[in-house]
């Protein structure tokens, strides 16, 4: 089992920056494939970004250029580095794991991962 821990999320103003950061459990972390996701009220949990073992990144088109994915195996922890936020970024943000093929081959859906994190709050005002 795998336990993720979100951290980071708080309230900012338009055209500012956070970084949210992903704590995970387990000697084993390395061997999971990484995900964020975001969901915000009446909205479908929506993907954001994700890091494969191999450090491959992948970002939603909305974020692209703005928000960055990555990850320290020495630390268990995955970061998503936000710039430029805009109101439409307000959403609670989730971390999520997986070792599955699955999560490679579908990577921007939720149903390919295993293990969530219980999110962290990110309001952007405007």
């Known amino acids: 089992q795998v336990q993720l821990v979100e951290s980071g999320g708080r309230l900012v103003q338009a055209g500012g920056s956070l970084r949210l950061s992903c704590a995970a459990s387990?000697?084993?972390?390395?061997?999971?494939?990484m995900g964020w996701f975001r969901q915000a009220p009446g909205k479908e949990r929506e993907f954001v970004a994700a890091?494969?073992?191999?450090?491959?990144?992948y970002y939603a088109d909305s974020v692209k250029c703005r928000f960055t994915i990555s990850r320290d195996n020495a630390k268990n922890t995955v970061y998503l580095q936000m710039n430029s936020l805009k109101p439409e970024d307000t959403a609670v943000y989730y971390c999520?794991?997986?070792?599955?093929?699955?999560?490679?081959?579908?990577?921007?859906?939720?149903?390919?991962?295993?293990?969530w994190g219980q999110g962290t709050q990110v309001t952007v005002s405007s």
């Open positions: 890091i494969g073992r191999s450090h491959s990144t």
């Open positions: 387990g000697r084993t972390f390395s061997s999971y494939a």
């Open positions: 999520a794991a997986g070792n599955r093929l699955q999560v490679i081959v579908a990577r921007t859906k939720p149903e390919a991962y295993d293990y």
